[in-house]
T-cell receptor, first 115, second 111 residues
Framework: DTEVTQTPKHLVMGMTNKKSLKCEQH?????MYWYKQKAKKPPELMFV???????INESVPSRFSPECPNSSLLNLHLHALQPEDSALYLC??????????????FGPGTRLLVL | QKEVEQNSGPLSVPEGAIASLNCTYS??????FFWYRQYSGKSPELIMF????GDKEDGRFTAQLNKASQYVSLLIRDSQPSDSATYLC???????????FGTGTRLQVTL
C-alpha cells in the first residue's frame, strides 16, 4: 500500500482567511514533503520533514506554516495568502529521509483557490 | 543550466507506436532517477525508477540510464490513448532529500 491521503480536495479561501491542509500516510515513512504546483509547471518543493523535524524550507513565505504533529501526519497552515498562491498543493512521503534512492509517493493534492 | 531538463513537447505518437521520452541532468553525482506520469488535474504517479546504468523494463515501460552521457529516457511500447499525459523526469541532485523535477514532456497518443 503506497497511499498518501490529503484533505480537502478543493479549497477556496479569501486573503484574510486562515485554513489548513492535511496530509496522512500509514506506510511508516519518516520523510514527508510539501510541494506546490502551478499549471503546466513541475512540482516545486516547499518543505521537507525528516523524523518529524523540519529539515528543508525552500525559502517559503511565512504565510505558509508547516507542522508535523506525528510521523503519520503533516499539516500546512495557511494565513493571509495572495491570489498568486492559488495552485495544486501536493504532499509526498518516502521511507527514509536523506537517502538518494528514496521513492517519493504523492497524495492526490489539494486544489487551492485564493480570492 | 537547469539541473534536470526535458523537452516540453507535445510529443505526438500514433496508437501502437513506441514513445521515447528523454531527460538530461547536470549533476554528475546524481544517483537515482524517477519517471512520474501526471494526468491533467491529478497528482504525479510513479511509473519507474532507475539507479544503475543500462535498461530496466516493467511491462510496456523501459527506463534507460546512461551516467556517462548524463541521460535518462523512458520508452513506452504499444502506446495507448490512456498513456496521453505529462511525463515528469526527476532526480536527486545535490541534497539527497531534494527531488528535482524536469519541466515535463506532454505525450499525446493519437488514434
Amino acid at each position: 500500500d503506497t497511499e498518501v491521503t490529503q484533505t480537502p480536495k478543493h479549497l477556496v479561501m479569501g486573503m484574510t482567511n486562515k485554513k489548513s491542509l492535511k496530509c496522512e500516510q500509514h506506510m511508516g515513512h519518516r520523510a514527508m514533503y510539501w510541494y506546490k504546483q502551478k499549471a503546466k509547471k513541475p512540482p516545486e518543493l516547499m518543505f521537507v520533514y525528516s523524523y518529524e523535524k523540519l529539515s528543508i524550507n525552500e525559502s517559503v513565505p511565512s504565510r505558509f506554516s508547516p507542522e508535523c504533529p506525528n510521523s503519520s501526519l503533516l499539516n500546512l497552515h495557511l494565513h493571509a495568502l495572495q491570489p498568486e498562491d492559488s495552485a495544486l498543493y501536493l504532499c509526498a512521503s518516502s521511507q527514509v529521509p536523506g537517502r538518494p534512492r528514496e521513492t517519493q509517493y504523492f497524495g492526490p493534492g489539494t486544489r487551492l483557490l485564493v480570492l | 543550466q537547469k539541473e534536470v531538463e526535458q523537452n516540453s513537447g507535445p510529443l505526438s505518437v500514433p496508437e501502437g507506436a513506441i514513445a521515447s521520452l528523454n531527460c538530461t541532468y547536470s549533476d554528475r553525482g546524481s544517483q537515482s532517477f524517477f519517471w512520474y506520469r501526471q494526468y491533467s488535474g491529478k497528482s504525479p504517479e510513479l511509473i519507474m525508477f532507475i539507479y544503475s546504468n543500462g535498461d530496466k523494463e516493467d511491462g510496456r515501460f523501459t527506463a534507460q540510464l546512461n551516467k556517462a552521457s548524463q541521460y535518462v529516457s523512458l520508452l513506452i511500447r504499444d502506446s495507448q490513448p490512456s498513456d496521453s499525459a505529462t511525463y515528469l523526469c526527476a532526480g536527486y541532485t545535490g541534497t539527497a532529500s531534494k527531488l528535482t523535477f524536469g519541466t515535463g514532456t506532454r505525450l499525446q497518443v493519437t488514434l
